[in-house]
């Protein structure tokens, strides 16, 4: 690692920069390209689209007339859950373990909630309808943790881009995403529908609530999204700031993921806590490790650029794939030769400890806290 005491190679670039640009933020979170495929979750429309017009509504299968075109897809899906998905809850403990501060600070979350997802993943496996219950749970808790995500990097890209929302138009924004998640949510609870009854050799419950609460719920949402693009339209014509289309193609991107149905949702599903979820919060992550360490404000977007192919980039991101790889595929294994179904394993220890990850997410990013924004906004 280095040392948060280190001067890194750019700041005499910095010391002769005009204070005007060494003061404004970097646009991006990585860079333009990382950002549109990776961030903004142009990658999971593009595959979209691409499945589509190579196999239109249908199930990819190696038996059809395109099987190089199943082989790639396989493939890109083996490397999104091993780089992206997996490694992304890994990067949760990179933050709370890194520094001597962060241990200090994020104590609880570091050396004690993890015994909860411990014993929880314990009893979940010996007994099955504990198990049921918690992957029913983390199915829809987990679509909660996207919308925040989607929410908190949306604001970061707005306060990058000078785009600063009164508190009534941020309060609007966040709950926006929190009906958005509470309808997908209710959706689940109430419809059988929408709430599968076995997950990966997991039997699953259904509590099947009400219907009326799939109605409030939507009615809130649609509510919500007509105050929030008066707002913005009003901001528009008023004030002449228009939010930045990060914040639009993100909120677009998981609002696709909870509200599309059919095979479309399946491939948002497939790919979403991929190439949108996944990769947006390991590139969060990994730029605030490397600001953290003091990486100066207002370099050129190529002098950041070597910061993250810096040996300190790639010891973190490798650190982060294969602790990924070790907990979702050396446990489950370990498991197995015990007489466990992978399978089962590995889908309740998901939900262990992203229960945990969801709990730690909440404490780790706010923005509210000042270090915390000033890094993440530089």
């Not at 990585?30 to 499945?51: S, Y």
């Amino acid at each position: 690692m280095v040392s948060s005491t280190t001067t890194l190679p750019f700041s005499a670039a910095r010391l002769n920069a005009p204070s005007e640009e060494r003061a404004k933020p970097y646009p991006w979170i990585i860079n333009p390209v990382f950002d549109v495929l990776c961030v903004f979750g142009g990658l999971v429309w593009i595959i979209l689209i691409a499945q589509y017009l190579i196999f239109g509504w249908n199930v990819p299968e190696l038996s059809n007339q395109h099987p190089e075109a199943v082989k790639t897809l396989l493939v890109f899906n083996l490397i999104g859950q091993y780089m992206f998905a997996d490694a992304h809850t890994a990067a949760t403990y990179m933050r709370v373990y890194d520094t001597k501060e962060s241990r200090k600070q994020f104590w609880f979350y570091g050396n004690v909630l993890p015994f909860g997802s411990l014993i929880l993943f314990g009893t979940a496996l010996i007994y099955p309808v504990v198990a049921g219950a918690v992957v029913y749970i983390h199915l829809m808790w987990v679509y909660q943790h996207y919308t925040a995500q989607s929410f908190g990097i949306s604001l970061i890209y707005c306060y990058k881009r000078g785009f600063i929302m009164s508190q009534l138009e941020k309060e609007v924004f966040r709950w926006l995403n929190f009906s958005l998640a509470a309808y997908v949510i209710s959706r689940v609870l109430c419809t059988r529908e929408f709430s599968p009854t076995n997950y990966y050799g997991v039997e699953l419950p259904f509590w099947g609530l009400p219907p009326v609460l799939m109605s409030v719920t939507g009615a809130s949402l649609v509510a919500l999204a007509f105050l929030f693009a008066m707002l913005l339209i009003r901001k528009a014509i008023v004030e002449r700031a228009f939010i930045p289309l990060p914040a639009v193609a993100m909120t677009a991107c998981v609002g696709a993921i909870g509200l599309s149905t059919g095979y479309a949702n399946a491939i948002f599903w497939t790919y979403g806590p991929q190439y949108f979820h996944g990769s947006q919060y390991l590139a969060v992550s990994l730029s605030y490790h490397l600001k953290d360490k003091n990486l100066p404000q207002g370099m050129k977007g190529s002098q950041i650029m070597q910061m993250l192919l810096s040996k300190d980039a790639f010891r973190w991101v490798s650190i982060t794939v294969l602790a990924g790889i070790f907990i979702y595929v050396g446990v489950p294994s370990t498991f197995q030769q015990l007489g466990f179904q992978f399978a089962v394993v590995a889908t309740v220890l998901q939900a262990c400890i992203n229960f945990h990850h969801f709990l730690t997410d909440a404490a780790i990013w706010r923005l509210r806290d000042p270090n915390c924004k000033k890094v993440l906004v530089a």
